[in-house]
């Protein structure tokens, strides 16, 4: 019965490597969004869709690629990973953008380390 | 731009006692107020919200929060804390035509001690 789910729990990897996050929503909304929180616990996002389309790029490297093939879900490709990427990537999803009061709902998060 | 400040970085409270964790926003235009919780090794998950009309919001766990636009403040309340409530809470923001991104605090870890 999970509402968000991410895939997988917990990312290792080297420098320079590129991975994948997965993200998956069964609550039948039309937004979804990545969050990344640093080690500090601050939280920014990073990209929204809205019915496949992107609607929030905030300033993030371009070795960071949203892709959502659908509405239920929306996958986070990371190439030439850095040090400085390590963090915990959430993944949430809203029903809409209302007017700016819709409520996100946030996946288990993903931790991607890397050496 | 809009932005959230929740300027105390721990809470330590103890248990049954009551806690208010304090949040304080700017913006140039109307918001809507988020407070959310992250259990350890969790997502988030949305406590309350205020979008409009009173501004006495309550919320799950026996949480409330004031909106007071004339301080831009939202500060979160609970008059009888449990060891459960030991999280870090966020405070964030959204605005009108913004996408419906939030702003986030820099959060308040809530420690309660028995």
């Known amino acids: 019965d999970t509402a968000v789910s991410q895939t997988p729990k917990y990312l290792v990897t080297q420098m320079g490597n590129d991975k994948s996050i997965k993200c998956e929503q069964n609550?039948?909304?039309?937004?979804m969004y990545w969050y990344k929180q640093d080690s500090k616990k601050f939280l920014k996002i990073m990209f929204s869709?809205?019915?496949?389309?992107?609607?929030i790029n905030e300033t993030v490297p371009n070795r960071f690629s949203p892709k959502s093939p659908d509405k239920a879900h929306l996958n986070l490709h990371i190439n030439s990973l850095e040090l400085g990427d390590s963090a915990v990537y959430f993944c949430a999803s809203s029903q809409g953008l209302g007017s700016g009061g819709s409520e996100q709902f946030f996946g288990p998060g993903t931790r991607l380390t890397v050496l | 731009a809009q932005s959230v400040t929740q300027l105390d970085s721990q809470v330590p409270v103890f248990e049954e006692a009551p806690v208010e964790l304090r949040c304080n926003y700017s913006s140039s235009v109307s918001v809507y107020l988020f407070w959310y919780v992250q259990y350890p090794n969790q997502g988030l998950q949305l406590l309350l919200k205020?979008?409009?009309?009173?501004?006495l919001v309550k919320g799950i766990n026996g949480f409330e929060a004031e909106f007071n636009k004339s301080q831009t403040s939202f500060h979160l309340r609970k008059p009888s804390v449990h060891i459960s409530d030991t999280a870090e809470y966020f405070c964030?923001?959204?605005?009108?035509?913004?996408?419906?991104?939030?702003?986030f605090g820099t959060g308040t870890q809530l420690k309660v001690e028995l």
């Open positions: 205020y979008l409009s009309g009173s501004t």
């Open positions: 869709y809205n019915n496949k389309e992107l609607i």
């Open positions: 964030a923001v959204s605005i009108t035509g913004g996408g419906n991104k939030l702003t």
């Open positions: 609550l039948g909304h039309d937004t």
